[in-house]
C-alpha cells in the first residue's frame, strides 16, 4: 500500500523555524517527483513545492521562495520541508503527496498524506 | 501566475440530481488540468486528471471535460457520499494553482 506519513508540525512563535518530514512506503520514491500543498483553516488548498525525483529541478510558490527549502533524501524514502521566517500565513495543514508524470507530462497528484499542522503564533 | 476560478463556490443539490462545476484558466493550459474531491477532515484524493481521464476507482458518475482554458467537472448523478468540497488545479507550469473551491451541499 503506497503511504505518506508527515511529521514535525507544532506551534511555533513567529521568526522561528521547523523541519517537516515526508516517510514514504510502497513505492518506489526515488521515481517519482514530490510536492508540499497546505491549507489553512477553514480555506483551500495552496501548492507550496516541487521537487524533481532526482532534486534536480525545484520550484515554490512565491509566497514561500527564499523562506521555505524542499529536500529529499531518496536513500531514507523521505521528503522535507525546511521553514524559516515563519509568519502567522504559514499557519495551516501541510500535506506531502507523489506526483505522477505521465510521457503527456501533464503532472497530477495521485497520493496524499494525511498532513501535519503548523501553527504560527506568539 | 495561471489564476484558476471555478464556479459556483458553492451549491445546494438533490441526491440524484446532475451537478456541473466549472472551472477557467487565465491563459490557455493545454490539458494540464486536474479535479479533487476533499471531504472535511480528510485529504484531497483525485477524482480526474489530464482533464477527462478518471482515476481507477472513481465512479463513473464522474466526468471531467474541457481544453484550453474552460474545464467542467460533471456528477450525473449526485450520491450521498459525493457531498464534498472540488478542487481544480493546473499543472501546466509553476507555480502551481489550485481554485477556490466548489462545496456541494445537500438540499
Known amino acids: 500500500e503506497v503511504q505518506l506519513v508527515e511529521s514535525g508540525g507544532d506551534l511555533v512563535q513567529p521568526g522561528g523555524s521547523l523541519r517537516l518530514s515526508c516517510a514514504a512506503s510502497?513505492?518506489?520514491?526515488?521515481?517519482?517527483?514530490m510536492t508540499w500543498v497546505r491549507q489553512a483553516p477553514g480555506k483551500g488548498l495552496e501548492w507550496v513545492a516541487n521537487?524533481?525525483?532526482?532534486?534536480?529541478?525545484?520550484y515554490y510558490a512565491d509566497s514561500v521562495r527564499g523562506r521555505f527549502t524542499i529536500s529529499r533524501d531518496n536513500a531514507e524514502n523521505s521528503l522535507y520541508l525546511q521553514m524559516n521566517s515563519l509568519r502567522g500565513g504559514d499557519t495551516a495543514l501541510y500535506y506531502c503527496?507523489?506526483?505522477?508524470?505521465?510521457?503527456?507530462?501533464?503532472?497530477?497528484?495521485?497520493?496524499w498524506g494525511k498532513g501535519t499542522t503548523v501553527t504560527v503564533s506568539s | 501566475d495561471i489564476q484558476m476560478t471555478q464556479s459556483p463556490s458553492s451549491l445546494t443539490a438533490s441526491v440524484g440530481d446532475r451537478v456541473t462545476i466549472t472551472c477557467r484558466a487565465s491563459?490557455?493550459?493545454?490539458?494540464?488540468f486536474n479535479w479533487y474531491q476533499q471531504k472535511p477532515g480528510k485529504a484531497p484524493k483525485l477524482l480526474i486528471y489530464?482533464?477527462?481521464t478518471l482515476q481507477s476507482g472513481v465512479p463513473s458518475r464522474f466526468s471531467g471535460s474541457g481544453s484550453g482554458t474552460d474545464f467542467t467537472l460533471a456528477i450525473s448523478s449526485l450520491q450521498p457520499e459525493d457531498f464534498a468540497t472540488y478542487y481544480c488545479?493546473?499543472?501546466?507550469?509553476?507555480?502551481?494553482?489550485f481554485g477556490q473551491g466548489t462545496e456541494v451541499e445537500i438540499k
Open positions: 503527496a507523489r506526483i505522477i508524470q505521465p510521457p503527456d507530462y501533464r503532472y497530477y497528484i495521485d497520493v
Open positions: 510502497g513505492f518506489t520514491f526515488k521515481n517519482n517527483w
Open positions: 521537487i524533481k525525483s532526482d532534486g534536480s529541478e525545484i
Open positions: 491563459q490557455s493550459i493545454s490539458r494540464n
Open positions: 489530464g482533464a477527462s
Open positions: 488545479q493546473q499543472s501546466y507550469s509553476a507555480p502551481w494553482t
